[in-house]
């Protein structure tokens, strides 16, 4: 197997999902370039919905790392970063966004037209550490641009209280104050309203569609993942519904007809952590072996339904449990998950991606394999890699591992 390689597809929509990545990225550079204000965010918080409801452009540099690893801008842009003394232990999205801004984004010769710089920066107290440097490190290279510290408290999903979310709701509402400010454009809130609708419509396709995998054989496996891509930038606009709209219907279509990702599915595994953006072919790797990725913790991020008649409430709440659901702030929330996911999409084995870049998401996941143990009886393997820094990832490494586990599974399945 390749260090780096791209994904076999089956889906039709891949074809069309490329067409939507190739346009939001020239819609970011049209919106500079016809005075659209830009803000850089990161994803997963209710910053995307007021953005849309606006007409402001939103822009999420995390997105663009998975971007730079698909098209193989990584090392450069590592290079950058480490040459300025950030360290080959730190979050690869970090590194590369860092090295980014501060090397190869004024080429010409980027694919999807690179990112416009920013004109407004919505700079998190909340998430991850990592995320917070890569807004503080982006505040000093874009001076010029007006900044807002958006503070979020940072709760287990199973303990977020009324108080968090008036605190959120607060916050929420000082960033529209901001953004009235600073770009001198009103808040139309029938217009946020709609704009949350289609969000929560967003979320519903992409339930729907997710309940498709629990089919044997599954219609699609998580080669697929790439359709999060208008979670992450176009939540809360008619695009992302009409593009689940079409991946609904085909993976309906699929599942109907009996059409599985392989021909012989002996084998169901769930992936926990971050894909390999430079490495998505890995999930191609276990179909060899008559195995299937049916599940993944990632995809769970984007389940959120929003209730439309409160949208600022709504928006407070997508942001304080977003984050919390995938990463170790709400570790028996995330175990639930995980649990929930086993039994849902008759799983047989799981794969635990230790993502050396990002501990966050990887803290907590030996808890969940000996409970997966205990109370499933379901085997784990721990694969050894990092989301971002192909540097860190062993193919030959992880062949033996993923031979042994799905050697071990398939004789298990027969014993049964
Ligand atoms: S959650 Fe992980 S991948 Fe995301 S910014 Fe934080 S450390 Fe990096």
């Known amino acids: 197997m390749e260090r780096t390689q791209k994904s076999t597809k089956r889906l039709n929509a891949a074809k069309e999902l490329s067409r939507v990545v190739g346009e939001y990225y020239l819609e970011c550079v049209q919106a500079k370039e016809e005075g659209k204000p830009v803000g850089w965010m990161p994803p997963m918080n209710g910053a995307i919905e007021i953005f849309y409801a606006m007409d402001l452009q939103p822009v999420f540099p995390e997105n663009w790392s998975p971007v730079c690893a698909a098209f193989g801008l990584t090392p450069a842009n590592f290079e950058v970063s480490e040459s300025m003394g950030y360290s080959r232990d730190l979050c690869g999205y970090l590194r590369n966004i860092i090295g980014y801004v501060h090397g190869p984004m004024n080429q010409n010769d980027l694919p999807l037209a690179a990112l416009p710089e920013p ?28 900044t807002i510290r958006l503070d979020l408290p940072q709760v287990a999903v199973e303990n977020i209280a009324p108080h968090h979310i008036q605190y959120a709701v607060s916050e929420v509402k ?49 080669a697929e993942m790439g359709i999060m891509f208008v979670m992450v930038t176009r939540q809360g606009t008619q695009v992302a519904v009409d593009f689940l709209e079409s991946v609904l219907k085909e993976v309906k279509q699929r599942a ?36 299937v990725v049916v599940a993944e913790t990632y995809s769970a991020a984007w389940s959120l339904r929003l209730d439309t008649n409160h949208p600022l409430e709504a928006l407070a709440l997508k942001s304080l449990k977003s984050y919390p659901l995938v990463s170790c702030v709400s570790i028996n929330q995330r175990k639930d998950m995980v649990f929930k996911a086993c039994r849902d999409y008759a799983i047989d084995g799981v794969i635990l991606h230790r993502n050396k870049s990002c501990v966050p998401i990887t803290l907590g996941q030996m808890d969940i394999k000996k409970e997966l143990d205990k109370e499933l009886g379901i085997p784990s393997v721990i694969i050894d890699a990092d989301h971002m820094d192909e540097r860190n990832f062993s193919p030959a490494q992880f062949q033996t591992r993923a031979d042994a586990f799905l050697e071990m599974l398939r004789e298990k399945k027969a014993i049964n």
Request: proline residues 4%; aromatic residues 14%.
């Open 119 to 146: 004109d407004l920066i919505l700079s998190p107290n909340g998430g991850c550490i990592p995320v917070m440097k890569i807004f503080h490190a982006l505040e000093r290279r874009f001076h010029e641009a007006k």
């Open 174 to 222: 000082r960033l529209i104050g901001f953004l009235e400010k600073e770009t001198r454009r009103t808040m139309d809130y029938d217009r946020l309203q709609e704009v949350v609708s289609l969000s929560d419509r967003a979320c519903a396709l992409w339930d729907e569609i997710m309940t498709y995998r629990s089919y044997i054989p599954t219609p699609f496996s998580a």
């Open 256 to 291: 109907a007809e009996g059409t599985g990702v392989i021909e012989k599915e002996q084998v169901r595994l769930f992936w926990d952590n971050i894909p390999l953006w430079y490495n998505m072919g890995i999930f191609n790797y276990f179909e060899k072996h008559n195995g």
